[in-house]
């Protein structure tokens, strides 16, 4: 039940971002479900997006900065 809500969050933040391709928000919400699917490379993807977007907003770098360490790259994390 909780990884199909997840999918399904992904999937509304993703036909969200087809409109506003630009909303850092919403790049990091979909990463969070994303991380918290399991799908730690696509979640990284999304975080650094929200970043490029908006490179000062410490919480997206943070959100990274996990989802590196969860998938092992512990130098990204602490780089982050």
Same mark, same amino acid.
């Given at each position: 039940r909780k990884l199909g809500l997840l999918k399904e969050a992904i999937a509304d933040a993703t036909?969200?971002?087809q409109a506003e391709p630009m909303n850092s928000g919403m790049y990091n919400l979909r990463g969070l479900s994303k991380t918290y699917a399991?799908?730690?490379? $696509?979640a990284?993807? %999304?975080?650094?997006?929200a970043l490029q977007i908006e490179p000062t907003n410490n919480s997206m770098l943070q959100?990274?900065?996990v989802a590196?360490?969860?998938?092992g790259d512990?130098? $990204?994390?602490?780089? %982050?």
């Open positions: 036909v969200v971002l399991g799908d730690l490379p $696509a990284i993807e %999304d975080f650094t997006k959100n990274r900065a590196y360490a969860l998938s512990m130098a $990204a994390s602490d780089k %982050d």
